[in-house]
């Protein structure tokens, strides 16, 4: 989860680095350097973020015309100035930038300590740049490219990295195992990063690398070969990305712009998709559909606001379809050798498509013999190229580190599988089709009215920015939406908040419930409100302070609870696409309250693609 740059060309690459280093400090930021190719190598790192590097290096700028960057999440080694990248080999002619964690770096290091190399860092990426001097040492005949070959046969664990050598003025070594690397192609230059926000102002024309490949990349060129040394020819692709997509927007945050985009996140994940009359037509699973619909349960694999998704997709999946659905943390599941077979089917879901967790459950199932499925935000990314079949969500790049659009877009496309699901398996007539179109395609115009209310959500934030826990609860297909809005709440504004199924609090978290305790109970959902009601006097009696969400004709709900926000009414199934936001908003602006930094918060990344 670190982020990666490179360049090589005609122009200065100190501020295509740096930039390219802020458009992927959502991957990490506990630190920050550049290496620049100019004669000797000049190499500028330091704890801290971009900015802090920028102005390390503002009294004497590195130039040159080819030069790697690195913003670091730290795993080997505390975020300082020693651990952060790149690293220098011990002659201090190769630089090196690394995401991805060498599993066996500690028998490196002792090997190349005995040989008489010194190490700077407590990083494992220092040994790879090592080690690759070690082999060109013992045996000078090698080509640098052969003797990254070697080292790289030497290592197991994960890598994505760039590599330059002094005397190799115009060339950059990049390989990849597990971690995204990807490369675009100018007119007499070359970019690579760790994905294609630091690209797409320059070219629109990209290779992605897999596993197990190496590439030398000069000025406009890109040549590919496998870690065994077979050439391979790439398919060059063209990037449908767009700079203002990855811009602000004026909002103050990505977080808040990406809050706002939902709406139309979510018509451009029904687009084409959703058709007249309740029909669906998803291109990307139309070949599979059948065997989706036969198999004796569908799996879902996933990490956090994803693993979320699939708890709601488990409740959609099972209502409209009655296809059993079991729904798995992908961390769990990869080592819990699962009973998965031909006849199954498993669907990972990732907005990034690289969480290492969710990719190694993906690999555990298709292994087994599963089909593979994937739901997923980034075109091209691991996932996406991995499974045997899946659905882009269309959401736009999502930079804040908490998920948001991601969550409503994989939300939308769960309920186009349900509803296309229900069709093949003949659970649902035309009549509940057409009603579940005509409530799915107004969900936007819903949302919209919802973030209209931002003020009012503001003011109850004013009044909960300090208390030190929150309890979320929530019944049905809304229990994944307290956990999600608990999620949001702790890793942005670091208060401690918990979800519970509603039903739950009475097994043990009422204990927690005392003046001080907020209590986030979403009562959206008809068929539930009665129950809701109970929760909410057990909360009041105990002088929990309850928040409501709810929809106009709750009033009980809305007579019992002490502060209420309102969403708009839609069939239950879909609740959950209007009950997050107002728990995104409360948490956005608690946030905000707080001083904390919004879109990259401390200890996290955006894509964890470390195990
Ligand atoms: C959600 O707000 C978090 N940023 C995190 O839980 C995230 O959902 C998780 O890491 C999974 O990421 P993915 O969807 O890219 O796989």
């Known amino acids: 989860m670190c982020g990666i740059v490179g360049y090589v060309g005609s122009r200065d690459c100190r501020e295509i680095l740096l930039k390219g280093l802020g458009r992927l400090e959502y991957r990490g930021y506990d630190s920050a350097g550049i290496a620049v190719l100019n004669g000797g190598l000049h190499v500028a790192k330091c704890a801290g973020k971009v900015r802090d590097l920028e102005n390390r290096i503002a009294v004497a700028p590195p130039t040159g015309t080819l030069g790697i960057g690195h913003t670091r999440w730290a795993t080997h080694g505390p975020p300082d100035d020693t651990n952060a990248h790149p690293h220098l080999s011990q002659s201090g002619r190769i630089a090196l930038v690394h995401n991805g964690i060498i599993e066996n770096y500690t028998a490196l290091k002792q090997t190349l300590t005995a040989k008489g190399r010194t190490f700077q860092s407590q990083t494992d990426s220092e040994v790879v740049v090592q080690l690759i001097e070690e082999i060109l040492a013992s045996d000078p005949t090698l080509s640098f490219e052969a003797a990254i070959r070697l080292a790289l046969r030497q290592v197991t664990g994960t890598y994505g990295l760039a590599i330059v050598h002094a005397t190799e003025p115009g060339r950059l070594y990049v390989a990849r195992r597990g971690s995204p690397l990807l490369v675009g192609l100018g007119a007499g230059e070359s970019f690579v990063a760790s994905d294609a926000t630091p690209i797409v102002e320059y070219t629109n024309k990209v290779v992605y690398l897999d596993d197990g490949e190496l590439a030398v990349i000069g000025p406009g060129t890109c040549e590919v070969r496998t870690i065994d040394d077979v050439p391979l020819t790439k398919e060059v692709h063209e990037l449908a990305l767009s700079l203002d997509a990855i811009e602000k927007g004026g909002y103050p945050h990505f977080m808040l712009k990406e ?148 969550f409503t877009a994989q939300v939308t496309a769960l309920v186009l599988l349900a509803l296309a699901l229900a069709h093949r398996r003949g659970t649902i007539d035309r009549e509940g089709a057409a009603t579940l179109a005509d409530e799915l395609a107004a969900i936007p115009a819903k949302i919209a009215a919802i973030l209209a209310q931002e003020a009012a959500i503001k003011m109850l934030a004013d009044r909960f920015t300090y208390a030190p826990n929150f309890l979320y609860l929530g019944r049905s297909f809304n229990f994944p939406v307290a956990l999600e809005g608990a999620l949001k709440l702790k890793e942005i504004s670091y208060i401690h908040a918990e979800g519970y199924p509603a039903a739950e609090m009475k097994h043990g978290p009422i204990a927690l419930i005392d003046r001080l305790m907020p209590v986030v109970v979403i009562a959206a959902t008809a068929h539930t409100s009665d129950k809701m009601l109970a929760n909410i006097e057990e909360v009041k009696a105990r002088q929990g302070r309850v928040i409501a969400v709810t929809t106009p004709g709750q009033h009980e709900v809305k007579r019992l609870a002490e502060f209420v926000i309102e969403i708009p009414e839609t069939l239950d199934a879909l609740s959950p696409l209007l009950a997050v936001i107002p728990l995104q908003l409360l948490a956005y602006q608690i946030a905000v309250n707080r001083g904390c930094d919004v879109d990259q918060p401390r200890n996290l990344a955006k894509s964890v693609t470390v195990e």
């Open 259 to 406: 809050i706002h985009e939902q709406p139309r996140a979510i018509a451009d994940c029904l687009r084409g998709r959703l058709l007249p009359g309740g029909g669906v037509q998803l291109g990307g699973l139309s070949t599979v559909l059948d065997r989706i619909a036969q198999a004796p349960k569908l799996t879902i694999a996933a990490c956090g606001t994803s693993w979320h998704s699939g708890l709601v997709g488990e409740y959609l999946i099972e209502h409209l379809a009655r296809l059993p659905v079991e729904v798995e943390y992908a961390s769990e599941f990869r080592y819990r050798e699962p009973l998965l077979g031909d006849h199954d089917a498993l669907l990972a879901i990732s907005q990034s498509g690289e969480t290492a967790d969710t990719i190694a459950a993906l690999r555990e199932a298709k292994a087994r013999g599963a089909l593979s499925l994937g739901i997923c935000n980034v075109v091209g990314s691991t996932l996406a190229r991995e499974t045997d079949a899946g659905v882009y969500t269309h959401a736009g790049p999502e930079i804040g580190v908490a998920s948001t659009k991601a």
